[in-house]
């Protein structure tokens, strides 16, 4: 998809392909479709990207390494002279928030994601190349590398200097990316130097996330955000090889959140007091359903459970007939609750029949209609 369309609700835009998934694309795309995923690619990388320590104003550390953002739904209060302590707006984007660290961190993961997509279909070395060069300016070079912490993520002015929160930024677009590597230096495909670093960084960002106050409160949240966490961590244990060390656990955490977080109606009441109820509740069971299509990668099923079947009798209809009957002030892009569907299919083994909408130039037309 366009970028500027990526950028709107990032999460519920990325796909968590598996390397079968990768392999069906790769079996049925046509030139004409790779063409277009280059089209997008390049545009992408003339959109550009700063490193953190370019950025106008430091974080409160003062170390220009260190990556900040702001609170994208806090805006400056109307009622003060000097606009502080900010005020929330759910669900309204501050434009302001999103430049600076968090649009060149999710312009990465947009390039990197892509870009490992398609040197997967075509080999290309043109794709390696722009994955090495934006992500060793990224994590690597010693000039221009973030610090390995999200401490100063998602601050909201006049309040704080961060929410643990602000893991998002990472998880809801890099981790993305970083599963692509994953499959990439599972096939040998990424060079054996490039990973050992991008695997020393990410060696100190697991221990941040998991020792850090942000951390440990992000991953105790009962509703999308703690998913989300969840999710992140066992992208990171498996980008590093270790994944075997914390599966159980992580299985049986999940088993819960899906029993805490589905109601007897299939709904997901954490995500309904929200101003875009049906995007949180695609989030919700995004993070869900993903976590669990990795946790089936170590011998895990949930073809039986009933939470999810309840979930997926009720979000059915809505995503095909494109209906909703609680707030949503936003809308909604028709493929992302394709793709919730996609994952149930693969979760809870049901068959799903789509009728897709015509959107050239969208990365669920051009990729994820193949896997249907």
């Not at 995007?279 to 895990?300: F, I, R, V």
Request: hydrophobic residues 35%.
């Amino acid at each position: 998809m366009r970028i500027h369309d990526y950028f709107d609700e990032i999460v519920n835009n990325l796909y968590l392909f598996q390397k079968e998934d990768l392999e069906i694309i790769k079996n049925n795309i046509n030139l004409t479709d790779i063409k277009k995923l280059d089209n997008l690619l390049e545009e992408a990388l003339t959109f550009g990207i700063h490193s953190v320590v370019e950025k106008k104003h430091l974080a409160p550390s003062k170390d220009p390494h260190d990556y900040m953002s702001c609170s994208i739904y806090h805006w400056p209060n109307p009622n003060t002279e000097d606009g502080l302590p900010y005020v929330e707006r759910d669900g309204i984007d501050n434009p302001e928030a999103i430049h600076g660290d968090k649009e060149s961190l999710r312009t990465l993961a947009y390039i990197t994601y892509l870009s490992a997509i398609l040197f997967y279909i075509t080999n290309s070395e043109k794709y390696i190349n722009i994955i090495l060069y934006y992500n060793r300016f990224w994590f690597i070079d010693e000039k221009t590398k973030m610090n390995p912490n999200l401490q100063f993520a998602q601050c909201i002015p006049g309040i704080n200097d961060g929410e643990p929160g602000g893991i998002i930024d990472y998880a809801a677009s890099y981790g993305y990316a970083l599963h692509l590597l994953t499959i990439l230096n599972q096939e040998k495909l990424l060079p054996l130097d490039f990973y050992l670093e991008m695997k020393k960084w990410h060696q100190d960002f697991l221990s941040w996330l998991l020792t850090s106050e942000p951390g440990k409160i992000e991953g105790a949240r009962v509703n999308n955000q703690g998913s989300l966490y969840d999710l992140l961590v066992l992208n990171i244990f498996s980008f590093l090889g270790e994944a075997d060390c914390i599966k159980e656990p992580y299985h049986k955490k999940l088993l819960e959140r899906l029993h805490t977080q589905i109601d007897e109606k299939g709904q997901l009441p954490l995500e309904l007091v929200r101003t875009k109820t049906k995007s949180y509740t695609t989030m919700g069971l995004k993070m869900l359903l993903e976590s669990a299509y990795l946790l089936q990668n170590y011998g895990y099923s949930f073809a039986s459970n009933e939470d999810l079947k309840r979930a997926y009798n009720y979000v059915l209809p809505h995503y095909l007939n494109h209906t909703w009957e609680h707030i949503q002030i936003k809308t909604f892009d028709c493929y992302r609750g394709y793709y919730i569907l996609y994952l149930f299919s693969k979760v809870i083994d049901i068959k799903v029949e789509i009728c897709f909408e015509e959107k050239p130039m969208h990365w669920g037309y051009i990729l994820l209609k193949k896997l249907f």
